[in-house]
């Protein structure tokens, strides 16, 4: 006689509620619906009526409301999907009409700003775990995520330090049933790290195609017209939502305008080296970023 199969692991919440299901929160209710084990009902929210129509039409969730306190009324957890310069303001709404013991947590790459602005609402008996999927297209709406977006990609949590470690666990093995990877880190190290992972390089991103789009109406032409891989890669990172982008550069101002001025040094080296035709540091620093690639590569980021 053969061992029965193992049983399924329990849901590991009743109700999750994700505010703002746009291409993260949207990628999360698809996992959740698809997985089975993370939540048993699942209820997304947005102030915008035609969202909510369209996440009904996508049959993302089980209940869709634009009402942001009856849709975290009964939640175990509420994830906040929205805007960097918009979750404190939300979950400050939301606080006091969720129940004791739930969990609030959030996804946006900026921390100390989020922290900072919404320790003032926040409540004893709710723990909040602040995190960040590291992962994202140039897309944004309910359309826009997918199952498996978060698969093998890093989500870091950052949370503070009297947050329950129960529901440090419990956000922890949420991000392993979306696919990811987790680390716990310091809101400050967070910040300065993801200004040079991700901020500086969208900062990059649009300044080259403003750039692009000053130049005189005939070279711009031709640069639309033969534009080459180097160039189209800027083009899709600048294809990404302007106000997102927006609080992102104005919420990690300090950590983006140190990681800024390191690389404006960097690029005067370079520009010096290339005017003076020194051959071997210019070939180091060509190195170096082909290291990088590699290293990304065996880390199953790229």
């Known amino acids: 006689m ?79 999907c929205v805007p960097v310069g918009a979750i404190a303001t939300v979950g400050a709404m939301v606080l006091p009409a969720m129940k004791p013991g739930a969990i609030l947590s959030e996804v946006g790459s900026t921390k100390q700003s989020i922290i900072g602005a919404i320790a003032p609402a926040l409540r004893a008996d709710i723990a909040f775990v602040p995190t960040h999927p590291m992962a994202g297209t140039e897309y944004s709406g309910p359309d826009a995520g997918f199952a498996t977006l978060f698969d093998d990609r890093w989500c870091l949590l950052t949370p503070l330090e009297d947050t329950d470690p129960a529901a440090i666990a419990t956000i922890e093995t ?49 640069v639309l017209d033969f534009a080459a891989s180097g160039f189209r890669d800027f083009t899709r990172i600048a294809a990404s939502d302007p106000v997102m982008w927006r609080d992102i550069f104005l919420n990690n101002r300090e950590a983006l305008l140190e990681m800024l001025a390191r690389f404006m040094e960097d690029a005067q080296a370079m520009a010096r080296a290339i005017r003076w035709g020194d051959e071997a540091f210019i070939v180091d620093r060509i190195e170096r970023g082909r290291h990088i690639r590699r290293s990304l590569l065996e880390n199953r980021q790229a």
């Not at 053969?2 to 209710?29: H, K």
């Open 2 to 80: 053969t061992d029965p199969s193992p049983a399924a692991p329990q849901p590991l919440f009743r109700t999750l509620a994700v505010i703002g299901p746009g291409l993260i929160g949207s990628s999360i209710l698809r996992r959740a619906r698809q997985d089975g084990t993370i939540a048993a009902e699942l209820v997304a929210c947005d102030v915008s009526p035609d969202v909510c129509r369209r996440v009904r039409d996508l049959d993302l969730a089980d209940r869709v409301e634009q009402d942001a306190l009856r849709a975290v009324a009964d939640a175990d957890c509420v994830i906040l």
């Open 174 to 222: 949420l991000w392993h049933r979306m696919g990811a990877r987790t680390r716990i880190m310091d809101p400050a190290h967070h910040d300065r790290v993801c200004a040079i992972v991700s901020h500086l390089p969208h900062l990059l991103a649009f300044t080259i195609c403003g750039t692009a789009d000053d130049l005189a109406d005939e070279t711009r032409s031709e």
